[in-house]
């Protein structure tokens, strides 16, 4: 995989609509997918374990603050340089 951790403490077969995951395990398991050759929301969703609304939520959340890219040509979440730096970041933590 890229780089994604199970998340502390839930069962990563839940599908996932809140449940027990911080907001920003979901925003680092995103972003840990959308790396390399991006994903739609739908691979986000099946990967991250979240529903279609909290992929919804997360997405808009994490391109206004410029850390994923939307290809509407393609359906595509890219990370951005921004994004990889919050990954790192979580990582370190």
Known sequence: MTG????RGTNPGNNDSG???S????????????QNKGA???QIMAKAF???ETATGCLEKLKQQGLIDY????GVYLITEKGR????EY???
């Open 4 to 7: 994604l951790i199970p998340s």
């Open 19 to 21: 449940g027990n995951r």
């Open 23 to 34: 907001s920003e395990e979901k925003i680092y398991a995103i972003l840990s997918i959308a």
């Open 40 to 42: 739609t929301k739908m």
């Open 50 to 52: 979240i529903s279609h």
């Open 71 to 74: 290809n509407a040509g393609t």
């Open 85 to 88: 730096q919050r990954i790192i």
């Open 91 to 93: 990582a370190n933590v």
